[in-house]
């Protein structure tokens, strides 16, 4: 099992650019989460999807939309990036209940100049 | 906004140490859990303690939960230098269904 898996590892973006993270996960899996995380600061949750079909707005959703894709797959897009959305984001997943153990992804570094 | 926040911010030690690392919130929690997170990785879930448990065990580590005075310990025995790594507690607040609320970390070293 690949576990969480998120394309790509890295990106340089200039303000204004668009573009799409991936993230997949093998473990059959319900609920799925994306955040992201800056220096000093501990993991802030963008977008949340407790199934398939459904999303709902974390903390800092402002800048960012999402796709629950299917059961596998949840995207998160930048639809303008700003300079602020410099950051690493993190994928995630859980099964059961919601907010129980949760399997992150290595995470993508973007950089917005 | 933060939940959990962890102290000390920093900590370095020898191996063969043990290393105790506390997280204090704010408001009632479901459980709290905690995560390590090596340099450049994701985060890796370490253990899960309930509201309505007091400590649990898992090999080297030893977590308690105060709810009375809102905060959890998580304890490394006998470290050694791959516990090297940034140490996060989770809480899962009663009052909000929509997410967990990770603290700043704590960044362990461990010397050989």
């Known amino acids: 099992n690949a576990g969480v898996t998120q394309t790509p590892k890295f990106q340089v973006l200039k303000t204004g650019q668009s573009m799409t993270l991936q993230c997949a996960q093998d473990?059959?899996?319900?609920?799925m989460y994306w955040y992201r995380q800056d220096p000093g600061m501990g993991l802030r949750l963008i977008y949340y999807?407790?199934?398939?079909?459904?999303?709902d707005k974390g903390e800092v959703p402002n800048g960012y939309n999402v796709s629950r894709l299917n059961k596998r797959e949840f995207s998160l897009r930048l639809e303008s990036a700003a300079p602020s959305q410099t950051s690493v984001y993190f994928c995630?997943?859980?099964?059961?209940?919601?907010?129980?153990?949760?399997?992150f992804g290595p995470g993508t570094r973007l950089l917005v100049l | 906004s933060q939940q959990g926040e962890e102290d000390p911010q920093a900590l370095s030690i020898q191996e063969g140490e043990n290393a105790t690392m506390n997280c204090s919130y704010k408001?009632?929690?479901?459980?709290l859990q905690w995560y390590r997170q090596n340099s450049g990785r994701g985060l890796v879930h370490l253990i899960l303690?309930?509201?309505?448990?007091r400590e649990k065990h898992s090999g080297r580590l030893r977590v308690t939960l105060d709810t009375s005075k809102k905060s959890s310990s998580l304890l490394i025995t006998a470290s050694r230098a791959a516990d090297t790594a940034s140490y996060f507690c989770?809480?899962?607040?009663?009052?909000?269904?929509?997410?967990?609320?990770f603290g700043a970390g704590t960044r362990l070293t461990v010397k050989p």
């Open positions: 999807s407790a199934s398939e079909g459904t999303t």
């Open positions: 995630a997943s859980s099964d059961g209940r919601y907010k129980e153990t949760q399997y």
């Open positions: 303690i309930r509201s309505n448990e």
């Open positions: 989770a809480t899962d607040p009663v009052d909000n269904n929509n997410d967990m609320r």
């Open positions: 408001t009632s929690i479901n459980n």
């Open positions: 473990m059959n899996h319900n609920s």
